[in-house]
Every structure is written in C-alpha cells, then in structure tokens.
C-alpha cells in the first residue's frame, strides 16, 4: 500500500501544477462540442426507444415494483429517462478517455517523467497503434459488460457498484499500458502489468469510485431535463480532471515501479557476473 499512497500524494501535487490544469480545458472544449450535437440530435430517439422497449416487455411494471421494493417509488416516472442516460454514459466515458489518451497523456508523461525522472532511459516498447487497440479491445468488453449490466441500472445500489468496478479495469488497462509505453520495453512492461496487477487494480477502483461524482450529476439529468446541456458540460469536465489524476497516479506508481524493476535487474546481473 505505501507505493500506493506515495504515488497518490505525488499525483496530487502534480494535478495541482498549473500545466496540469490547464490541460483540462482543451479535451473538454472538444467533448462539449461532440456531446452537444449528439444530445441534440440523439436525445429523443434514444428516450422514444427506450420507452417502446420498456412498454412492449412490461418494463415499466417490473422496474416500479424494484423501486418500490427499496423504497424509491417515485424514481418510477423517470425510469426512461435514467436508462437512457445510463445507456449514453459508456460514450461520455469513451470520448473523455480517447482525448486524454490523444492530448492529455503524453503530455502527463513528460511532465512526470521529466521533473520525476530524469535519468530514466526511455526504451518505447509501446506503441501509438498499441496504446489504440488496448484503449479498443478494452472498451469493447467494457461496454458489453455494461449493456449486460443495464437491467440493473433501476437498482441504483448494484449499479453504482458494477459502475465503479468495470471503471476501475478500464482504467488500470487503459492507463497501465499508456503509462509505461515510452520508458518500458515490452518485457518490462509486461513483467510490471503482471507484479503490479492488484496494485494497478486498486488505484483503478479508487479512481472509479471518484468516477462516481460526475456518473452522479450526468444520471441526474433525468430529473431535470431542462437542465441536461449544463449537466452534461459539468460532466465532462469533471471526467476530464479524474481521468487526467487518474493518469497522473498510474504514471507516478507505474514509473517508480520501473525504476525498482532496473535497480533490481542490474543487480542480479552483478550477482550472476
């Protein structure tokens, strides 16, 4: 856990470096541009589709007797509308995390690594098209998990909770790889990816569990309509910042981890010498 923690207070500190804030605007300028055609476009067929579902499977009846059962009766007359939301969430989250893969974490790397570790010799055993079908292949179990997941979303509980753990594999996949791909070779990465999984796997869950908040204000839409395009804007813009500290936290723990995995190599190459 103290490689945890230090590379937390490390990520921490850098997230509130200037450049580091700064480079939330531009990824959430391009999102709001795409959402805010998309929602209005999309929004209404998406409602209507759903709502056709919901009545032609009595989906309607099922899902207020679920709510009734936990004692949230009255959610029942925006169960369309949260749906949909949810439905739309797993492309939120795609389209904040291609822009912090394409602007943000190169950025994120040299500042890391340029303050941190300077001496650190960079072997590029990533790649661009690596780091794309990663992102991927990653994103499409993803959101087959999350459409099978979908009949849970009336279960706000139970939601939330497989929310924060697909959140949490996405990002240790995702951000892992991102953040060893210029300094590690391939057998280094892989050697990490695979020592440091249920570390990686933590720092994943934590940060999905701060997903939440925006996840929170997005599904909040359905309960006031009016108010979605803000709602979406503040959205995105706080997925943005935890993707960019979620970066941050992965590329301090997984660089420090490289620099032990060397130290440790070279000595027992001495050894063997």
Request: proline letters at 5%; a positive charge; hydrophobic letters at 60%.
């Amino acid at each position: 856990m103290r490689p945890v923690l230090i590379a937390f207070g490390r990520a921490l500190l850098s997230q509130l470096h200037f450049r580091m804030l700064l480079l939330t605007v531009l990824p959430f300028v391009f999102s709001m541009a795409i959402w805010g055609v998309a929602l209005y476009f999309g929004l209404q067929p998406i409602f209507e589709w759903v709502a056709n579902y919901f009545a032609g499977n009595d989906g309607f009846r099922i899902s207020g007797s679920v709510l009734a059962w936990f004692g949230l009766g009255a959610l029942k007359t925006v169960v369309v509308p949260l749906i949909a939301m949810w439905v739309l969430l797993p492309l939120m989250i795609l389209t904040a995390l291609i822009f912090i893969g394409a602007i943000a974490m190169p950025v994120i790397v040299k500042h890391v690594a340029g303050r941190h570790y300077p001496e650190l010799e960079a072997r590029r055993g990533g790649s661009f098209f690596g780091s794309l079908w990663v992102s991927a292949s990653s994103f499409f179990v993803f959101a087959v998990l999350w459409i099978v997941s979908l009949p849970f979303a009336a279960i706000p509980p139970l939601g939330f909770v497989i929310h924060l753990a697909l959140w949490g594999w996405l990002t240790y996949r995702v951000l892992a790889y991102d953040a060893l791909a210029d300094y590690a070779d391939a057998q280094e990465r892989k050697d990490i990816l695979r020592t440091h999984r249920w570390p990686l796997l933590l720092i994943g869950a934590i940060t999905g569990a701060l997903g939440a908040a925006p996840t929170l204000l997005w599904l909040g839409g359905a309960l006031a309509l009016f108010i979605l395009p803000l709602l979406a804007g503040v959205s995105i813009w706080l997925y943005v910042l935890v993707f960019i500290f979620t970066g941050l936290w992965f590329e301090h723990y997984c660089l420090e981890a490289l620099t032990r995995y060397r130290e440790v190599t070279a000595l027992r190459v001495q050894d063997i010498n």
